[in-house]
């Protein structure tokens, strides 16, 4: 283990985002963590000399940009960033309006690429560092009912997380894409998953879900939040760190399931979805 590194650690007051700040803090790295309330993340870790507590709202540039200085100021240097911060929305795409949606977008997608833009000046300056965005098994597979505009924020940070792995490599800057399954957290309540305003009973699959995420899932979830956390940390001191890094064997099997589902309609379609150039002179 290479301790004294400088982590930067969004949505940290609960959660995998606290958990790791624990771990780190007491494997003796230097940790700056953000959360909307000030002293839910104070009481929730406690005083450390190595930690660093912020106020942030993500969706505004300028608290994300004070955060990332103040980080800076305090350690000296800024080497992973975990973008942790997001929350659940559970409902049918027709059901959601337009406001519910985009404030999903806010805070998973927007609020996230306002952290990486304002990190990696330091990070380039430095030639080094590590930035992992925290998506979702949803982020990999949209096949959960209910769960669209989720599915489709975190689409958006796997995407991107690919995108800037390949823009910073030649920076000495790397990117990975966490993508848990179900970890035995506080994101399945009322405080991390937002439903509908307006719903339609029409929309039964979805109806069923709710009940069983909110009502069964919830705290009987088979992941550990330490161990995630553990692998996360790998990663962080891996010199091959992967870009894509799935989070538990519910996972695995919902991502091998989705490539065989795309391999089976790329297979089916090929001859005619492939006999689509010009035809040759």
């Known amino acids: 283990m290479e301790n004294n590194k ?19 803090l007491s494997i003796g790295h230097n940790v700056a963590a953000t959360s909307r309330n000030l002293s839910d993340l104070s009481k929730a870790v406690g005083e450390f000399e190595n930690f660093l507590p912020l106020a942030v709202d993500l969706i505004n540039e300028e608290s994300v940009e004070s955060a990332i200085s103040q980080t800076i100021s305090k350690f000296g ?22 406001k519910e949606s985009r404030e999903n977008f806010d805070v998973n997608v927007f609020g996230s690429l306002n952290v990486i833009r304002k990190a990696l000046p330091q990070m380039r300056k430095q030639q080094s560092g590590h930035i992992f965005n925290i998506s979702s098994i949803g982020g990999f597979s949209g096949n959960f009912p209910g ?3 989720y599915c489709a924020t975190k689409f958006a940070v796997a995407g991107f997380t690919e995108s800037l792995a390949g823009e910073v490599k030649s920076l000495g800057i790397k990117a990975t894409v966490v993508e848990p399954g179900y970890f035995r957290t506080e994101f399945l309540t009322s405080g991390s998953l937002a439903v509908p305003k307006n719903p339609i009973d029409a929309y039964k699959e979805v109806r069923d879900s709710q009940a069983a995420h909110q009502n069964d899932i919830n705290n009987q979830q088979p992941g550990d939040p330490a161990k995630g956390i553990d692998v996360i940390i790998a990663a962080a001191e891996s010199e091959n760190a992967p870009v894509h890094l799935f989070l538990g064997p519910d996972a695995y099997h919902v991502a091998n399931a989705k490539i065989a589902d795309v391999q089976k309609d790329m297979e089916d379609w090929k001859a005619l979805a492939t006999a689509t150039n010009f035809d040759e002179v």
Do not use: H
Request: aromatic share 10%; net charge negative; no cysteine.
């Open 147 to 149: 769960f669209g505009i």
């Open 6 to 24: 400088v982590w930067f650690v969004t949505g940290a007051s609960k959660g995998l985002g606290l958990t790791l700040v624990k771990k780190l």
């Open 77 to 98: 240097q800024l080497d992973v960033v975990v973008n942790n911060a997001g929350y659940g929305m559970l409902g049918a795409l027709e059901e959601l309006s337009d």
